[in-house]
């Protein structure tokens, strides 16, 4: 390989690594579609133009001659930083921005776009009762070993703790011996949530 290619397969990866980072943690946060990066490489290449964008003051503070004489070491850990660590940080600085009131309420799409996956993404401790389409009820605990299918999956529920309801869907006591429930999305019309 001569040095020309490897100066473009360099220049490639630069450009291309930030923003391929940036987009998986992303599409960690955020329940969607896999997605196809064969489909999403301008989208890569773009969001590490971003990054090196907001980050030029230190692209320029680590290139500058008495900084790499003096401080080789830091070079390469600012290089590091600059083109691995901050491009994890970008998603949830901007997840973050845009739940912020001031900017939420001139936002036009919230980036989770079901409220399952919105409710279930906050990870909070509630009593729960889900209703069914046969008119059953069934009450439990949503807790930290509990969980919630996201989006593209089909919405299924594991609840750690079932309860007794009475008729007025009071929550009376655990059911006993139970190891919690699975709760398949089909079956279910709505979900209620309780501190």
């Known amino acids: 390989m001569d040095i020309w290619q490897v100066d473009k397969l360099v220049l490639f990866l630069g450009f291309f690594i930030p923003g391929f980072i940036s987009l998986k943690v992303y599409d960690l946060l955020v329940p969607g579609e896999r997605r196809d990066f064969s ?8 969001y590490s133009a971003l990054n ?6 230190l692209i ?8 790499y004489d003096n401080y080789r070491v830091c070079y390469f850990l600012f290089l590091f930083l ?5 491009p994890i940080l970008w998603p949830f600085v901007f997840l973050k921005l845009s739940s912020w ?3 939420a309420k001139h936002v036009v799409r919230h980036p989770i ?5 919105y409710v279930f993404a906050r990870r909070q401790s509630s009593w729960v009762i889900v209703h069914f389409r046969d008119g059953r009820r069934i009450g439990g605990r949503f807790d930290t070993n509990s969980f919630a299918s996201s989006g ?9 703790e079932v309860w007794e309801l009475d008729e007025k869907g009071r929550f009376i006591e655990p059911i006993e011996r139970s190891e919690g429930i699975i709760i398949l999305g089909e079956d279910i019309t709505a ?5």
Request: charged share 20%; glycine share 2%; no cysteine.
């Open 39 to 46: 489909k999403s490489l301008l989208e890569a290449v773009g």
């Open 191 to 195: 979900v209620e949530f309780f501190k």
């Open 152 to 160: 593209p999956a089909e919405e299924q529920i594991y609840l750690e």
């Open 113 to 117: 776009q079901e409220p399952w996956d």
């Open 52 to 57: 090196y964008a907001a980050l030029s003051w």
């Open 101 to 103: 009131t001031p900017i």
């Open 82 to 86: 600059i083109m691995f660590v901050i």
């Open 60 to 67: 320029i503070l680590i290139h500058s001659k008495s900084f």
